[in-house]
C-alpha cells in the first residue's frame, strides 16, 4: 500500500464534516407575524400592548377581550403570569391605562389559560 493511498484513507476518516448552518431568520419573522395577528384586532390597544410589554411575555400572552373598559388577558403558565402580574404592578398597568385613555381603558384582568393556536 502506497503512503499517498494510506493518507487518503486516514483523511476521510479524521475529517470533520461541519453540518449546514440554519437560518432562523424566517422562524423568528413567523413568529412575530402570530403575535401581531393576535394583538391587530384590538386596533391602538394591541399596537399599544406590542410596544410596552416585554417580548418574552408578549409571547406567552394573548389578548382575549375588551368589554366595558376590562381588557381580558389570558396568561400561559404560572409563572408567567406572575411575572405579568408583577410587571403591571411595577408601572405597566398605568403606561398601558395612559396610552389606551382614548380607548377607554378602565383594568386589566389577567387570567391563566392556554392560548389560542
Known amino acids: 500500500m502506497s503512503a499517498e493511498a494510506d493518507l487518503a484513507r486516514q483523511s476521510k476518516w479524521k475529517r470533520t464534516v461541519h453540518p449546514a448552518s440554519v437560518k432562523i431568520g424566517g422562524d423568528v419573522l413567523s413568529c412575530f407575524k402570530v403575535l401581531e395577528k393576535r394583538h391587530k384586532k ?24 375588551y368589554a366595558k373598559g376590562s381588557l381580558g388577558v389570558i396568561v400561559e403558565g404560572g409563572p408567567h403570569l406572575f411575572m405579568l402580574k408583577q410587571a403591571l404592578l411595577n408601572g405597566l398597568q398605568e403606561q398601558l391605562l395612559l396610552a389606551c385613555r382614548s380607548e377607554g381603558l378602565k383594568k386589566i384582568v389577567l387570567k391563566a389559560g392556554r392560548l389560542s393556536a
Request: aromatic fraction near 8%; hydrophobic fraction near 45%.
Open 42 to 65: 384590538f386596533g391602538r390597544i394591541g399596537e399599544a400592548w406590542l410596544q410596552l410589554v416585554p417580548p418574552a411575555l408578549q409571547e406567552r400572552s394573548e389578548l382575549m377581550t
